[in-house]
Structure formats: structure tokens, C-alpha cells
């Protein structure tokens, strides 16, 4: 009789109890050490400012986040698969520069506009993916001329800044779907396809069987040469459309500095996040704290008025912490 009471009170419908509680949030704590560093940061900003926590300062966090998260996760599934891809701050300026061309100067609708900057970028992703997967070149240094390359490019197509694109174009990056800003919607939607992609989905799991062991993951069928290439598209054509929002919120774009910098940002969010630069781990809940963590770093720092050198340090002590953290922690999959 004892024992069979035992048995139902503990697969019954009853609350889970607080030592099991306790033992789940250990475990995420565990599987995702960044939650705990966040939460604390989080708490001494508060403790400091005193105002980090308004509501109008969470939105400006989350809204400053969103063109950052839409490209760390395609990003993300790229290194996971085993490639990287540094030209995405120069992408992000030709996407931008597309956008607010077809916006301001031809006076097209703010679709076409988004679209001629998903065609760009998606056009840069296809010549990296083309040499990275197709040709064998390697990624690293591939990406890294394409940064060069793209950003000389587009300071050849639009020597001049660009600014007025009209109100139309400026409701990507300025309206509300909801009572939420559309870059966060948009950057929702981009971070569950992701997740939904990774865990559901054949595909999903082929990103990391590549990463894994590409030789293994050849001879068992799998696309070796297809699903990252796919990937490439997809990340350029993220950073095309994050370059139509931020020219959407700024109303300008300047081909030499836009993005300058950006692919730091966004690879110091995936490291963050726990995906391992050698491929074939990481989780796009990862991404998303790691997401989180800089844009309230970066936040908090601008309200106690840090100067901006030790801002960039900053950034680039999380970069070397994120490779540390996703070298020497633990590494979910899913």
C-alpha cells in the first residue's frame, strides 16, 4: 500500500517539488553557465543605475539586440556545420546601402526594398558558399578576403552616404506588431525557426553530424556540400536583411563604417552562447544568451557613461571568454 501511494504521489499531476525545482535550475545553470554571469550582471546594473530594469530601457536593449540575434543564429548553424563566415558586418553594409537605394533614391516599396537587400546578401552567401564548400577553400580566410572585398565594393556602388527613405521604409525598423517593435518579432520568429530547425528536423540534425565528423557524416548520405552552402545563403541573407533594418532605424547608411565591426559582435554572441568553433555543438537557447549578455553589457555600460575604449575592451574580453566557454564548458546539442 506504501508503496503504491509513493508511486502515484510522484508520477501523479502534482507541482514538482522545490528540491526538483532547485535541481532543474541547476541543471540549466549547468548546461548554460552564461545564465547565472547574466543574471548577476543584470543585478548590478540595477543596483547601480538604478533604471536599467525600466521598461523603456528593456526595449531599447531588446530592440538594439534583434538585428544582432538575426544574424547570430544562421550564424550559429554555420559553425556548428564547421565554416564561419567574417563578412557579414560588410554584407550588412551592402544590404543597408541596397535597401535604403531602393527606398530613398528609386522610390520603391519597403518589400522591394527588403527583398533587394535579402538578394544581396544572399548573393554574397552563395560566392562564400560556393568557395568554402564547393571548392574547398577554407572558410576562415575565404570570409575574411569577402570582408575586405564587400565593404570595397559597396564604398564603389555608394561613395556617398545615404539618408530620407521615407516613412514607409522606416516602419521595418520604427512601427509595432502587437505593442512589440518589429525588429524583436522578427528576431523571435528567426530564433525559433532555428531552434525548431536544429531539434526537429533531419536537416537539423545533419548541421551537426557535419560538424561532428564530415568524412562519417559523408558516407552515411549526408550532404556535405549542400546543407552548409545552404547555411551560407541564409547567413548572408540574415545580414542583408539586419543591414535594411539598421538603415531603417538610423534613416542613413555610410558604406565605410556601417557594420564595421559587426562580425566580432556576432561571432562574441554565438562563443558566448556555447557553440564550439570547431563544429558540432551548440544550442540556438545558447545564442540567444549570449545575444542577451552583450546587448545588456554594452547597455549598462552606456547608462554608467564607460568610455568607449573600455567598452571595446570589454567586448573583446567577453570574445576571449565566449572561446573559453566554449572550449572548456559544457557542450549542449540541441
Known amino acids: 500500500m506504501t508503496t503504491a501511494t509513493t508511486t502515484t504521489a510522484s508520477t501523479g499531476p502534482f507541482p514538482p517539488s522545490p528540491r526538483a525545482r532547485a535541481d532543474a535550475g541547476l541543471n540549466a545553470v549547468r548546461r548554460h553557465p552564461l545564465l547565472l554571469v547574466l543574471a548577476l550582471m543584470v543585478l548590478v546594473f540595477q543596483l547601480t543605475t538604478g533604471t ?25 548553424l554555420l559553425v556548428i556545420s564547421g565554416y564561419l563566415d ?12 541596397v535597401a535604403g537605394w531602393l ?5 520603391q516599396s519597403p518589400l522591394v526594398a527588403v527583398l533587394g537587400a535579402l538578394a544581396v546578401g544572399a548573393a554574397v552567401g552563395a560566392v562564400n558558399g560556393i568557395l568554402c564548400c564547393y571548392l574547398g577553400l577554407s572558410a576562415f580566410i575565404v570570409t575574411l578576403g569577402m ?20 516613412s514607409g521604409f522606416a516602419w521595418l525598423g520604427g512601427s509595432r506588431i502587437a505593442g512589440i517593435d518589429a525588429p524583436v ?22 548541421v551537426f553530424a557535419i560538424g561532428v565528423n564530415r568524412e562519417a557524416a559523408y558516407l552515411s548520405g549526408i550532404g556535405v556540400r549542400r546543407t552548409p552552402f545552404a547555411l551560407f545563403l541564409v547567413t548572408g541573407a540574415a545580414a542583408g536583411l539586419a543591414g535594411a533594418i539598421k538603415a531603417s532605424v538610423l534613416d542613413s547608411v555610410v558604406a565605410g563604417t556601417s557594420g564595421a565591426g559587426f562580425e566580432l559582435t556576432v561571432l562574441t554572441a554565438v562563443l558566448l552562447g556555447g557553440v564550439a568553433l570547431t563544429g558540432g555543438s551548440g544550442s540556438v537557447l545558447g545564442v540567444l544568451l549570449g545575444v542577451l549578455f552583450l546587448g545588456c553589457l554594452q547597455n549598462g555600460l552606456t547608462l554608467l557613461s564607460v568610455p568607449t575604449f573600455w567598452q571595446q575592451m570589454a567586448q573583446g574580453t567577453a570574445l576571449v571568454a565566449g572561446a573559453a566557454l566554449a572550449f572548456f564548458g559544457p557542450r549542449p546539442t540541441r
Open 52 to 76: 536599467f530594469l525600466d521598461a523603456g530601457n528593456l526595449r531599447g536593449i531588446a530592440t538594439d539586440a534583434a538585428t544582432l540575434a538575426i544574424v547570430a543564429v544562421p550564424l550559429a
Open 86 to 97: 567574417l563578412s557579414v558586418g560588410s554584407t550588412l553594409a551592402l544590404g543597408g546601402l
Open 103 to 107: 527606398a530613398g533614391q528609386q522610390h
Open 147 to 166: 570582408l575586405t572585398a564587400v565593404r570595397g565594393f559597396a564604398q564603389q556602388l555608394f561613395p556617398l552616404p545615404l539618408s530620407g527613405f521615407g
Open 185 to 206: 518579432v522578427l528576431a523571435t520568429l528567426v530564433l525559433v525557426a532555428g531552434a525548431l530547425f536544429l531539434a526537429l528536423t533531419p536537416a537539423g540534425r545533419h
